[in-house]
């Protein structure tokens, strides 16, 4: 019959004393940072250590009891799946909220509701084009008649330009503050942490505040373009596996991925100005992916919403800064056509009232009251009779109020005609479309921000530090804390009565 | 919770701000988005409006026109009414030649009249020149009336009556013309204005003072006030004075002054128009103005008692702000 070594079991309970030592310490850790942003609820991975009778040959025929507890290490409490699914509503909320912000901007150009703009001033030329046909051969009249149309053309004018403007912020948003400044930091800083954390694994070591950072930088990744993370493991030695991370652009689309970090590597995108079309590179260093324009391959992230705000044409795509500038263009240059043809009474001999700045084709950008108009404010032909009547003027009063086919290029009857209206038509329903659009994605960000809140709120209860459970495991580790020691003192005492008081009977 | 905490505070503080503006604006909403519908419509609305306002000051303008004419047309019945008068006493058997002159005096003096009054104008346009309204629409050449350069005789050249004819029923038809919202059309071959479709306002000169030539006695006389009463005063006051002739002057004489009356009715039919177009048009402002107020207008009750309970809410908010840190395990604890 074999014994149990006298001291084993002052280690046993050493061992117990470590243990709730470590689990106050990891609450203790956990509640000093309830309020740290990206903070892991981190918990104390222990199990209980055998005899080791298990491999002898021969089971003794006696209790055995455990060894106690062993703390194996510190973990953190995630759900890989959540994140995946709070990723993707961050990439579509970073979308959508990107849009609905430009759009906003775009609908304050043209919307008329507290202010008045050019719905406005176009029926306010054409009161005065009613004045003038009062009185057609009054030179006043006929003054105050091309002021009105000068305000036409310089509302149209603004509109433009602000239109450049709101697409010019978002470029420069986009190339120096979403992509320079954030993404490309980002990647980067996924990868130096990548490296950090392979090394720390490899030695062993639980890198929780690396991982929590990494964690953090990919959350806020995923709100500027749509990615996908994967985990691999990756074997450092026989008994050393750990997790290789990789992040990857990622097409819902085509489900095509391209590489972004890989361990320590990492690829950068940067944006090209092509006028008309703003593209989105990347300069590969490594991956699948050759270097060159992705443009195409954004599926969501505030990226994509810049994209889409920047190159939207609206025909077959989304109605962006260019949807709104072609159709203020050909706005423009319909009014000017119709107008001026019917200044023109001969028509070999053109009597334009409208002609853009600088030549060429007439835009809302550059559209402007002719030369000759500006010399003379009865240049307007108000009689094709060649008497004082006012007919010329209630043909153009008819021509602006009526009907109108709106083509594509003014110039050219056969072109795509892109809207059949009155100019008032033209315009309330330019409007009416990016209000209902900004009304459409402010229903869709609420949509999104609801679902997220939601994905975040389960994330919380699953990663957050909750003080309730942190102050029970408090008191009980206390307790266990106070068990232990008293483990000692029992042990003590039988140590005690073994040596100092046993076999001194009668002595 | 904390993060919770602050969106619903966000969220309330928007809508409290949404309803601030509304209650201080008068306005269900301050940017189309916020109802795009209600939008489209308001602006149809205010394009209406902006219209029919351009429609009142033409029916304004038109009103105060043809009371100009009419007030020009009532001096020239008056003074007409004069110079038959006159006629008739000279006409009278017992009048000698000498009273016979006095009243030639009177008729060319009444005759120059007739002149100055169809050539009157109101800031600077002429009231009767039908849509020439800068140039005098009559002018006396050779001793004879011309309208708008044409001379009235008829048919001059001979041998083209029927271009003539149409060139005098042009002339007759001749009228300034303003869009009063009958909605203007043209013809589609020739682009001519459909006549039916605006609001002609003016008379034209050509149809007060009458055309043509008349055959008295062999001898060809214009058939127009101004000739008539100059053919009437040179009859009276000639040696060879033929009471036949001069009867037969003056019962064209009257027969012409009837289109002074016909054109007063005009005139007056013309106003009544006027007068109900413009009743019409306040009628449809008030009711576009109501139907503005019920698109984009707030009730102001509602919006003020939504602005107060919503105020009521983000208030109860901010006070459980304090307890949003709801006590834990700890304060409990010994």
């Known amino acids: 019959m074999s014994m149990s070594p006298t001291f084993l079991a002052f280690h046993t309970a050493s061992r117990a004393l470590a243990a709730s030592q470590a689990n106050i310490d990891v609450t203790g850790n956990n509640i000093a940072n309830v309020n740290t942003k990206g903070y892991t609820r981190q918990r104390v991975d222990q199990n209980s250590i055998s005899s080791g009778g298990y491999t002898q040959k021969y089971g003794l025929p006696m209790a055995s009891p455990g060894w106690g507890v062993e703390v194996s290490g510190i973990s953190q409490s995630r759900d890989p799946f959540l994140d995946a699914r709070f990723r993707d509503q961050a990439s579509e909320k970073g979308k959508l909220d990107t849009i609905l912000s430009g759009l906003s901007d775009l609908e304050s150009i043209f919307d008329e509701a507290s202010t008045d703009g050019l719905l406005n001033e176009l029926s306010n030329f054409i009161n005065d084009l009613q004045t003038l046909s009062q009185t057609p051969s009054a030179g006043d009249i006929a003054f105050i008649t091309r002021t009105a149309a000068q305000k036409v053309t310089q509302i149209m004018n603004v509109y433009s330009n602000q239109v450049t403007q709101v697409r010019n912020q978002q470029i420069f948003d986009l190339s120096r503050v979403v992509i320079e400044n954030e993404f490309n930091t980002k990647v980067k800083g996924i990868a130096d942490l990548n490296d950090q954390i392979r090394k720390e694994q490899t030695y062993g070591n639980t890198p929780n505040e690396l991982l929590d950072k990494r964690n953090l930088l990919i959350d806020e990744l995923s709100e500027l373009a749509k990615i996908k993370v994967t985990s691999l493991p990756e074997k450092i030695t026989e008994d050393l596996t750990i997790e290789r991370l990789t992040v990857s652009l990622y097409d819902t689309a085509t489900g095509a991925s391209i590489s972004l970090v890989d361990r320590g590597l990492y690829n950068t995108l940067y944006v090209t100005d092509n006028g008309d079309r703003v593209n989105v590179g990347i300069a590969s260093s490594f991956g699948s992916a050759a270097s060159g324009d992705i443009t195409a391959h954004f599926s969501g992230g505030s990226i994509r919403g810049y994209l889409d705000l920047i190159n939207g044409k609206g025909i077959n795509e989304f109605r962006g800064a260019l949807y709104y500038r072609d159709s203020m263009d050909i706005f423009a240059s319909n009014f000017a056509k119709v107008l001026n043809d019917l200044n023109t009474v001969d028509p070999l001999n053109p009597k334009p009232l409208f002609t853009a700045s600088g030549g060429g084709a007439i835009t809302a950008e550059n559209i402007r009251i002719s030369d000759e108009w500006l010399a003379d404010a009865t240049y307007i032909t108000t009689s094709t009779y060649g008497s004082d009547g006012g007919d010329n003027i209630l043909r153009m009063i008819a021509a602006i109020d009526t009907d109108t086919s709106f083509y594509k290029d003014a110039a050219d009857p056969s072109s795509t005609v892109m809207f059949k209206g009155s100019f008032h038509d033209y315009l309330s329903g330019l409007i009416g479309e990016v209000a209902l659009d900004a009304e459409l994605y402010q229903n869709y960000t609420d949509t999104s921000a609801n679902v997220l809140n939601g994905l975040y709120a389960a994330r919380e209860s699953i990663s957050g530090v909750s003080l309730n459970e942190e102050g029970i495991s408090l008191m009980a580790y206390q307790k266990s804390y106070n068990a232990a020691m008293r483990y000692f003192t029992v042990l003590d005492e039988a140590v005690d009565a073994l040596i100092n008081r046993m076999g001194i009977a009668g002595r | ?334």
Do not use: C, W
């Open chain 2, 1 to 334: 919770m904390t993060t919770q905490y602050t969106r619903s505070l966000n969220e309330l503080s928007v809508e409290l701000n949404r309803l601030n503006t509304q209650v201080a604006s008068g306005r269900k909403f301050a940017k189309s988005s916020e109802n795009t519908s209600a939008a489209i419509k308001a602006f149809q609305i205010r394009k209406d409006m902006l219209k029919t306002e351009g429609y009142q000051a033409n029916v304004a303008h038109a009103k105060a026109s043809l009371t100009d004419a009419e007030a020009a047309l009532s001096h020239i019945e008056e003074l007409m009414r004069t110079a038959s008068e006159r006629i008739l006493f000279a006409l009278n058997g017992t009048q000698s030649g000498e009273e016979r002159k006095v009243v030639t005096t009177e008729l060319r003096n009444i005759r120059d009249q007739l002149f100055q009054t169809l050539n009157s104008s109101t800031s600077g346009s002429y009231h009767f020149g039908g849509t020439n309204t800068t140039t005098r629409p009559f002018e006396i050449v050779g001793g004879k009336l011309q309208y708008n350069g044409f001379s009235l005789d008829l048919p001059l050249p001979a041998d083209t009556p029927a271009a003539n004819e149409a060139l005098f029923a042009d002339l007759e038809k001749d009228s300034m013309i303003l869009d009063i919202g009958l909605n203007t059309k043209f013809d589609s071959v020739t682009g001519k204005v459909d006549e039916s479709t605006v609001f002609g306002y003016s008379i034209a000169g050509i149809n007060i003072v009458g055309r043509g030539t008349v055959t008295i006695g062999g001898e060809e006389f214009s058939n127009n006030l101004y000739d008539l009463l100059g053919a009437l005063a040179s009859e009276l006051e000639s040696g060879s004075y033929s009471y036949d002739k001069a009867d037969a002057l003056f019962g064209h004489f009257k027969t012409a002054t009837g289109s002074i009356g016909k054109s007063i009715t005009v005139i007056g039919a013309k106003t009544s128009y006027l007068e109900f177009m413009a009743e019409r048009m306040a009628d449809r402002v008030f009711n576009m103005q109501e139907r503005q107020v019920s698109v984009e207008g707030i009730d102001p009750a509602a919006a003020i008692i939504q602005f107060e309970s919503q105020k009521f809410a983000y208030t109860a908010a901010l006070q459980m702000g304090s307890k949003i840190i709801q006590p834990s395990i700890f304060d409990f604890m010994s």
